[in-house]
C-alpha cells in the first residue's frame, strides 16, 4: 500500500491569508492525485484532480501542484468559507489512502 | 443532476449484518466505477471498497476483506455493501463515491448514511 503523510494536521489562519497544504507520498504515482474540502456533517467535495487540475466550480484561488511523491494545495486569499478540512487522495494503485487530514482554523 | 443517496445504516451489534444501498440517478450508472468510503466520528476518510463498472473488478481494504462484499444492480441503478461480522471498529458513516473515468478520482459524493456497531 502507498502510504501518505497529509501536514500540517491544524492550521490557523487569517481571512485573506495565503496557507500551504502538503501531502508526501511513500512512492511515486505520478500525477494521480486528488483534493478534497470536507466542511462539518457533509460529504467530501471534490476541488482539485491530477494533482493540477481544478474541478469544474471551485474558484481559482484554489491551486495544486507537483507529481512523484511531493505534492501540493495552495489557497491563494483565504475566504470564510474555506474553514474547513482538506484531505489529499491518491487514485494510482489499490488499496487508495487518503492522507490523513489538514483542518483549517480561524485564527 | 448527478445524485447518490445512500441508506441502510443504523444500529447492529457486534458480529451483526448490515447492507447499506446508494441509488444513482443523473447519470448513465452503467458506465461509472464506484466506490465506498467510510469515516468515524472525529476520524478521517479511510476508502473501504471499488467495483468496476461491469461488476467484474473488485478491491477492498485489508480492514473489510473477507467479512464486506459490494456488488451493484445496473438494471436498478443502485450500488450495494453486504457488512457482515461487523465491530465497534467499522462504526462510521459510510459514503457511495462516483469515480471519473479514465483515471479514478472520485467527483461525487452521496450524504452518507451512519452505521454504528454497539451492543
Do not use: H
Not at chain 1, 64 to 90: H, K, P, R, V
Not at chain 2, 12 to 35: D, H, I, K
Amino acid at each position: 500500500a502507498i502510504w501518505m503523510t497529509q501536514s500540517p494536521s491544524l492550521l490557523s489562519a487569517s481571512t485573506g491569508d495565503r496557507v500551504t497544504i502538503s501531502c508526501r507520498m511513500s512512492q511515486g504515482i505520478s500525477s494521480y492525485l486528488a483534493w478534497y474540502q470536507q466542511k462539518p456533517g457533509k460529504a467530501p467535495e471534490l476541488l482539485i484532480y491530477a494533482a493540477s487540475t481544478l474541478q469544474s466550480g471551485v474558484p481559482s484561488r484554489f491551486s495544486g501542484s507537483g507529481s512523484g511523491t511531493d505534492f501540493t494545495l495552495t489557497i491563494s486569499c483565504l475566504q470564510s468559507e474555506d474553514f474547513a478540512t482538506y484531505y489529499c487522495q491518491q487514485y494510482y494503485s489499490f488499496p487508495r489512502t487518503f492522507g490523513q487530514g489538514t483542518k483549517v482554523e480561524i485564527k | 443532476e448527478v445524485q447518490l443517496v445512500e441508506s441502510g445504516g443504523g444500529l447492529v451489534q457486534p458480529g451483526g449484518s448490515l447492507r447499506l444501498s446508494c441509488a444513482a440517478s443523473g447519470f448513465t450508472f452503467s458506465s461509472y466505477e464506484m466506490n465506498w468510503v467510510r469515516q468515524a466520528p472525529g476520524k478521517g476518510l479511510e476508502w473501504v471498497s471499488y467495483i468496476s463498472s461491469s461488476g467484474s473488478t473488485i478491491y477492498y481494504a485489508d480492514s473489510v476483506k473477507g467479512r464486506f462484499t459490494i456488488s451493484r444492480d445496473n438494471a436498478k441503478n443502485s450500488l450495494y455493501l453486504q457488512m457482515n461480522s461487523l465491530r465497534a471498529e467499522d462504526t462510521a458513516v459510510y459514503y457511495c463515491a462516483r469515480d471519473r473515468p479514465p483515471s479514478g478520482w472520485s467527483d461525487y459524493w452521496g450524504q452518507g448514511t451512519l452505521v454504528t456497531v454497539s451492543s
